[in-house]
């Protein structure tokens, strides 16, 4: 679902608020003695300072700067007090949605069936696990079919060409981040296909993208070919900074977990 969306959305409106209070509170306008009275007689408006004991004070042209000061004060009051409204719906809000049992709370009904429950129904198509799995079961014919000489094992028991491939594939399993292994991308009009590492779904947003690693950028060679084909997915639609995700290293400097934990947090979940 995309009760994390929503959170975040209120978060920030809140955040925004919160600055609106504050440089409103901090304002010498807000502190000034007095209120604006603003009277209107054959379309002409005279200004009065009305005393905080109930005088009311005449504010002749050589007063404009008063009368300004005054005025911002009023806008001021009214603006605080809506902020401060706001603020205390939207807090009601972010505590309803965090603490009670809201819609999000559909997607732990599942995992919290019996295993042999689970294995005989499957989880509920239209929560994220459910369509996870149809995700999954719909793209599992892009597979690369070609027999792998890999010897790393994951998490979820398949092979892969390297360590840093393992990291990156337990990593996206201990998060609950579904995945393919090596699922083709059809290039080039239909004439090449290529295989990025990995084919990955955001659960939350639907959305789907896609992670290179390239684990030997200390060689010249490698890393032209690999420019070339980075160029190629761009021109069918996988961009990085859209939908492609790089992950690199070296021989004197090789695949951080921390990366890797980092890029599935912010894009993935």
Known sequence: ??????????????????????????????????????????????????????KK????EDKKDLIKELAR???????????????????RCIKILTTGRQLADIDKVYPSL?????????????TDDGFALNWLKSNKILRNRKLLNGQYRTLKGEYVKS????????????????????????LDDWTSIRYPDFMILNKRTRKEYYWEHLGKMGDEEYAVG??????QFAKNG????????LSVECKDRPLSTEYVDTIIKEILI
Do not use: W
Not at 57 to 60: F, S
Not at 114 to 126: E, N, R
């Open 1 to 54: 679902m995309n009760l994390k969306n929503h959170v975040e959305n209120m978060q920030n409106m809140l955040d925004e608020l919160e600055k609106i209070i504050k440089y409103i509170e901090c304002s010498p306008e807000i502190n000034k003695s007095g209120q604006l009275i603003c009277s209107t007689i054959d379309r002409h408006t005279r200004f009065y300072l009305q005393t905080d004991d109930g």
């Open 57 to 60: 004070e005449y504010l002749g």
């Open 73 to 91: 004060k009023k806008h001021y009051e009214k603006m605080l007090e809506t902020a401060k409204r706001e603020r205390e719906k939207l807090l």
């Open 114 to 126: 019996h295993k042999t429950v689970q294995s005989l129904i499957g989880p509920f198509k239209m």
């Open 163 to 186: 360590k840093s491939e393992v990291i990156i594939a337990d990593r996206l399993t201990f998060n609950n981040v579904p995945y393919i292994y090596e699922a083709s991308a059809v």
């Open 226 to 231: 690999n420019q070339i084909k980075i160029e």
């Open 238 to 245: 996988i961009i990085l900074g859209k939908n492609l995700i």
